[in-house]
């Protein structure tokens, strides 16, 4: 199994692009969640889904947009980025609620909007 | 919401150390997970546990839900320890689908 993969690994915007994170898990989870890691500061969620057609915002959702049309895929979109945007992003995904279940994460995308 | 607090911040040891990071938080919990995220920047689950105590290996992970603290240890540690290790939590108060991070604990081990 790959678990958890993301693409791109870096990536470089200027202010007022968009893209598209892409983040695709092979262990059939039900939950997937999308997180930002900024330096110094703890994990902030962004958006999760517990499962296909089902999403609903984290603690930090303002600028981005989430679609989870398959079990094995939820891209997580960038419509106008923001140099605040600029952080590391990791998916992740759990069988099941985070109080009974392990949350297995991708490698991480560096984005930095200049 | 709850605050979740790790010390210390950054911890340096000495190959063969034992070594202690603690977790605090201010809300009850259903669940505390330790994490730890290597240097190259991937982040792996150590430990899930809402009581007692957990061992896997060198690394041993307690919880006391009555004082809402959290250690992880590490027995004999080893240059490749050395990473972040990060506390989260469930937050019996929420729907349960969600954590709540620490900032970490930067942790080198010198051989």
């Known amino acids: 199994n790959a678990g958890v993969t993301q693409t791109p690994k870096f990536r470089i915007l200027k202010i007022g692009q968009s893209m598209t994170l892409q983040c695709t898990q092979d262990?059939?989870?039900?939950?997937m969640y999308w997180y930002r890691q900024d330096p110094g500061m703890g994990l902030k969620l962004i958006y999760y889904?517990?499962?296909?057609?089902?999403?609903d915002k984290g603690e930090v959702p303002n600028g981005y947009n989430v679609s989870r049309s398959t079990t094995e895929d939820f891209p997580l979109r960038l419509e106008l980025a923001a140099p605040s945007q600029t952080s590391v992003y990791f998916c992740?995904?759990?069988?099941?609620?985070?109080?009974?279940?392990?949350?297995?994460f991708g490698p991480g995308t560096r984005l930095t909007v200049l | 919401k709850n605050e979740v607090e790790q010390s210390p911040q950054n911890l340096t040891a000495q190959e063969g150390e034992f070594i202690t990071i603690n977790c605090s938080y201010s809300?009850?919990?259903?669940?505390l997970h330790w994490l730890q995220q290597h240097p190259g920047g991937g982040i792996v689950s150590l430990f899930m546990?809402?009581?007692g105590k957990k061992k896997h290996g060198r690394l041993i992970a307690t919880i006391n839900i009555q004082e809402k603290h959290s250690s992880l240890h590490i027995t004999a540690s080893h240059p490749r320890d050395s990473a972040v290790y990060i506390c989260?939590?469930?937050?019996?108060?929420?729907?349960?689908?969600?954590?709540?991070f620490g900032t970490g604990t930067r942790l080198a081990v010198r051989p």
């Open positions: 989260a939590v469930s937050d019996s108060q929420s729907s349960g689908d969600k954590l709540t």
């Open positions: 889904s517990v499962g296909a057609g089902i999403t």
């Open positions: 546990l809402s009581s």
């Open positions: 262990m059939n989870h039900n939950y």
């Open positions: 992740a995904s759990s069988w099941g609620q985070a109080s009974y279940n392990e949350q297995f």
């Open positions: 809300v009850g919990i259903s669940a």
